[in-house]
């Protein structure tokens, strides 16, 4: 079966690093992404992994590795807007995205 | 309008009931989707469309449909609604089928009692 796997939740403080992991199986692979979900809202794009490695957009990076069917979303300099939840998808043989339950991330002053 | 636009935002629902949820993009994606979100659950497809006049069924489908008579609309009906099917709904669009990159509406609350 297809399978997306990350935390259920992270704590972090405010102006740290946080980092969010996903691992995959899929049936097929055709490429990462990265969504932020702000409470009571729709996702937005966060960022897109087609090949191995490091793909920085700001103070955002996301890595993969399909050896592994792993990847993971960075965040630096964290700021209190940035608590929210996280959600990894990947996209199978068929196009359609797969996703994982989210990773409710939580940021204390 | 200025992306996608959902209606309505919320709606309490009698089992049994017949209800359309309207969605309208403004972007001329050619793709568009219905997702469901359920607390502890991943997003799941109900249905999708790839261009005007196609549709397909994903993941969950059971109980749901839709239809796609032109490029901007995509509504999503439940012929007689259950209390399963108490849900966020989210229609999403994006430009090709084959990549991910997801414009998503607000969003739908529907309770079904």
């Known amino acids: 079966g297809q399978n997306i796997d990350q935390p259920t939740e992270m704590t972090a403080t405010e102006g740290a690093i946080v980092q969010i992991n996903c691992t995959y199986q899929?049936?097929?692979?055709?490429?990462l992404f990265w969504y932020q979900q702000h409470a009571g809202e729709a996702p937005t794009f966060l960022s897109y992994n087609v090949l191995d490695g490091l793909e920085e957009k700001g103070r955002f990076s996301s890595f993969l590795s399909r050896s592994k069917g792993y990847s993971y979303l960075l965040l630096k300099e964290l700021q209190m807007k940035d608590s929210a939840s996280y959600l990894c998808?990947?996209?199978?043989?068929?196009?359609?995205?797969?996703w994982g339950a989210g990773t409710k991330l939580i940021i204390k002053p | 309008i200025a992306g996608i636009t959902q209606a309505p935002t919320s709606q309490i629902l009698a089992a049994g009931r017949r209800m359309t949820l309207r969605c309208t993009q403004d972007?001329?994606?050619?793709?568009m989707y219905w997702y469901r979100q359920d607390l502890g659950l991943g997003l799941r497809l109900i249905h999708y469309s790839n261009t005007a006049g196609t549709t397909g069924k994903g993941e969950v489908p059971d109980g749901y449909s839709v239809s796609r008579a032109n490029t901007d609309d995509f509504p999503l009906t439940l012929a007689s609604a259950v209390p399963s099917q108490t849900s966020v709904y989210f229609c999403a669009s994006s430009g090709a089928a084959d990549t991910g990159e997801l414009f998503f509406g607000e969003g739908s609350r529907l309770t079904v009692l």
């Open positions: 899929t049936s097929g692979f055709n490429g």
């Open positions: 998808a990947v996209g199978d043989s068929n196009y359609q995205l797969i």
């Open positions: 972007m001329r994606h050619n793709a």
